[in-house]
């Protein structure tokens, strides 16, 4: 089946530095990427949809200078959170489609451990 | 976007059978209906999707009635490890669409 990685799995961070996510899709050539947002016992929240080469789109309330995205290419796109926070710390997860069965199905990455201290 | 209604939490034991019902009022004729499983600190992993009638794999199977309104993920003989936060979804493929998570069935299984 199509694979998502995520890189890095976990990271530490202090107050007021920028932290970048990566998310790469292995075996397929993904056209669109989402980036997700999970807090504690909480669901996915859904951030922002990024096509390649195009400006990613930012759902509501999804602070764009905050966490920019770039997918520059078919198989990476990466999230930075600039000038990351404490209220930032959460659990990032990123997923593709463009991939095997269904065209447009998702394919979710392992996620990544946001804590900022 | 369809919205979905589940149950926020149920409890069984190993070796039952699960079920697990969703409802989506307002899906659309190109809506398929999907479920993810969670596990902590992990990203959703995919179980199994349909658009009508019933659906089998080697894990699960899902059903739904003729009216689309609703379906159900039955999990046989369920054991420790299928403790998780199931997700119904309902995804539209005639385009690269999001997908709105709810809130999720967050399932505990017993010895």
């Known amino acids: 089946g199509a694979v998502v990685s995520q890189h890095p799995s976990w990271v530490i961070c202090k107050s007021g530095t920028s932290v970048k996510i990566e998310c790469r899709s292995l075996?397929?050539?993904?056209?669109?990427m989402f980036w997700y947002r999970q807090f504690p016992k909480q669901s996915l929240m859904l951030m922002a949809t990024s096509n390649e080469g195009s400006k990613a789109t930012y759902e509501q309330g999804v602070e764009k200078d905050k966490f920019l995205i770039n997918h520059a290419s078919l198989t990476l796109s990466t999230l930075t959170v600039t000038s990351a926070h404490p209220e930032d710390s959460s659990f990032y997860i990123c997923?593709?489609?463009?991939?095997?069965?269904?065209?447009?199905?998702?394919?979710f990455g392992p996620g990544t451990r946001l804590t900022v201290t | 976007l369809a919205k979905t209604t589940q149950p926020i939490s149920m409890d069984s034991y190993e070796g039952q059978e699960v079920n697990i019902t969703c409802s989506h009022n307002n899906i659309a004729t190109n809506d398929y209906i999907t479920w993810y499983q969670q596990f902590p600190s992990q990203g959703p992993r995919f179980i199994i999707q349909g658009y009508k009638t019933k659906v089998t794999n080697e894990v699960a199977s899902l059903f739904i009635p003729a009216d689309r309104k609703s379906s159900t993920l039955s999990l046989p003989r369920v054991s420790l490890s299928d403790t998780a936060v199931y997700y119904c979804l309902v995804v539209t493929y005639s385009s690269a669409s999001k997908i709105i998570f709810g809130s999720g069935t967050r399932l505990s299984i017993r010895p």
């Open positions: 997923s593709a489609s463009g991939g095997q069965g269904f065209q447009y199905e998702q394919y």
């Open positions: 075996d397929f050539q993904a056209t669109t």
